[in-house]
T-cell receptor, first 114, second 115 residues
Framework: DSGVTQTPKHLITATGQRVTLRCSPRSGDLSVYWYQQSLDQGLQFLIQYYNGEERAKGNILERFSAQQFPDLHSELNLSSLELGDSALYFC?????????????FGPGTRLTVL | GDSVTQMEGPVTLSEEAFLTINCTYTATGYPSLFWYVQYPGEGLQLLLKATKADDKGSNKGFEATYRKETTSFHLEKGSVQVSDSAVYFCALSAFASGGSYIPTFGRGTSLIVHP
């Protein structure tokens, strides 16, 4: 158990809908990362928050947004969903935002868009 | 941009065989390098890391050496077990603008170990 929790485990929705994925980092960790894992794209870094502020941005679509709250939990919002958004979404946390930080991954949320 | 290339899988071995999973990277500057492992139905977990050239990371019998001259970070284990069956990801963390570090992962290599 990494100490990172993600809810829900599974989410099934329709095209055009909007969903919110939630992540609670390990106790004491200030950074939260979001990733998308799909068969064709592999593991893609989406975005990182550090202590409530956006720190780094990867391949995140404009339809997607995230935020980190004062209690350090984070939410990833996916809107105008398309079939291609079906994937496993991972959250990870680390103590700081340094280069050598170990990231601790949650179990993931599997999103299916029908 | 930065990239990580891993050998295609699956890699299929018999128990006690020697394992090598190749990983090469492209990055500006001197990134930190990582190997993560993903067991079925779970998230990734760190296996080992190396933060500068010629560093060797090791854990649970796995080893990898940071080779700047060949931009490689190959994963090795002398004797694999059935319990090592998993997907292995090579990754780097490189400095980006604004004081941040961007993680980049390879596509993963599936390892299957038969008794």
């Amino acid at each position: 158990d990494s100490g990172v929790t993600q809810t829900p485990k599974h989410l099934i929705t329709a095209t055009g809908q909007r969903v919110t994925l939630r992540c609670s980092p390990r106790s004491g960790d200030l950074s939260v990362y979001w990733y998308q894992q799909s068969l064709d794209q592999g593991l893609q870094f989406l975005i990182q928050y550090y202590n409530g502020e956006e720190r780094a941005k990867g391949n995140i679509l404009e339809r997607f947004s995230a935020q980190q709250f004062p209690d350090l939990h984070s939410e990833l919002n996916l809107s105008s969903l398309e079939l291609g958004d079906s994937a496993l979404y991972f959250c990870a946390s680390s103590a700081t935002s340094g280069e050598t930080d170990t990231q601790y991954f949650g179990p993931g949320t599997r999103l299916t868009v029908l | 941009g930065d990239s990580v290339t891993q050998m295609e899988g699956p890699v299929t071995l018999s128990e006690e065989a020697f394992l090598t999973i190749n990983c090469t990277y492209t990055a500006t500057g001197y990134p930190s390098l990582f190997w993560y492992v993903q067991y079925p139905g779970e998230g990734l977990q760190l296996l080992l890391k190396a933060t500068k050239a010629d560093d060797k990371g090791s854990n649970k019998g796995f080893e990898a050496t940071y080779r700047k001259e060949t931009t490689s970070f190959h994963l090795e284990k002398g004797s694999v077990q059935v319990s090592d069956s998993a997907v292995y990801f090579c990754a780097l963390s490189a400095f980006a603008s604004g004081g941040s570090y961007i993680p980049t992962f390879g596509r993963g290599t599936s390892l299957i170990v038969h008794p």
